[in-house]
């Protein structure tokens, strides 16, 4: 890159190296900006007879141009790519979905001296619109051989992140307690709907049993037949273990047993199960508040058809410590 100082008339398609304000104080052309012949004359009737721009030189690649590639290339799924000013590409949902992102590649790509990307947190939702991550270049170009060596990983290891969307999002719950599921359903439906909608889900599958072993087993089967994304089972005891009475439910019905234990505060005591592709989540104590818990984290890619493994809950302690 090489910057010079020209005069305005020959400014013309140069880049500006640096922004440019009116006697008043307010800025009149940002940094980085290219210039136009409407703005050529917008300069000369500021009085302005040279301004300092910057060249391209062979083997360099524009800010802009650079970011547009690297975003085409580090996303897939409900995602698009929208150009922003200062050499910066943005990366927006265009429906509900989950954001998973692939950390290790992430912090690869951005240990080189010309890109950087930043992402939403692996496993948050977003709605349609929002901005899930952002790629940023060098000011005002990128030399050819290290986007082509950023290109190149992506290509080989991509993406970096996957905005998988939420499509017609079923949940089951089952609401159980000792004494009686009515009970149970008194005390969480509220909370429960509430989290629900956060993610844009508005109706749900729900029953309310004893919590009894048979009885939970039997209402396990009925849910899971109406194939739902998720079964949530709101209990008002906490599991001692997967030989507990929820526990051994799943199991009677079919279920892969997962993971006991998360490293997320609150909701440590999380069971993860999968019947064939279902999850089946016993959470105790997370549906008593609205407030950020483990199940606010498993849930999106849940309700995305992503099956989450007993590693990736291992790995939630990063950052587990909710509250």
Known sequence: MRAQTVDVRDSTGRILC???????????LAKGHT?????????????????????????????????????????????????????????????????????ELLRQINCTSSIVIATATNFSYAKPGQRIATVKSAPFAVASSQ?????????????????????????????????????AR????????????????????????????????AALSQLLRSRPSVVLVASTTAPAGPEDVVGQAMTRVGCHMERFLAPVEPGNLLLLGYKDNIPIVSAPGCFRSAKPNVVDIVLPPMLAHYRISGWEIA????GGLLA
């Open 35 to 103: 210039i136009s012949e409407e703005d050529v004359r917008l300069l000369q009737t500021e009085g302005m007879s040279e301004v300092w721009v910057t060249e391209l030189e062979e083997g360099e690649v524009a800010e802009d141009q650079a970011v547009s590639m690297v975003g085409a290339e580090m996303a897939c799924g409900c995602v698009e790519v929208r150009l922003a000013a200062g050499g910066r590409a943005n990366l927006v949902a265009t429906e509900p979905c989950c954001v998973l992102v692939d950390d």
């Open 147 to 183: 986007l082509e060596a950023v290109i190149s990983i992506l290509k080989e290891r991509g993406p970096i992140l996957q905005a998988r969307p939420m499509r017609d999002p079923r949940v089951a719950v089952l609401y159980c307690d000792p004494i009686s599921g009515d009970r």
């Open 18 to 28: 640096c922004t440019i304000f009116r006697q008043s104080g307010k800025k009149l």
């Open 186 to 217: 008194q005390l969480f439906e509220n909370i429960m709907r509430q989290r629900l909608e956060r993610f844009g889900v508005t109706s749900y599958v729900q029953h309310a049993v004893v919590e009894d072993e048979s009885a939970v087993t």
């Open 315 to 318: 790995c939630l302690g990063h």
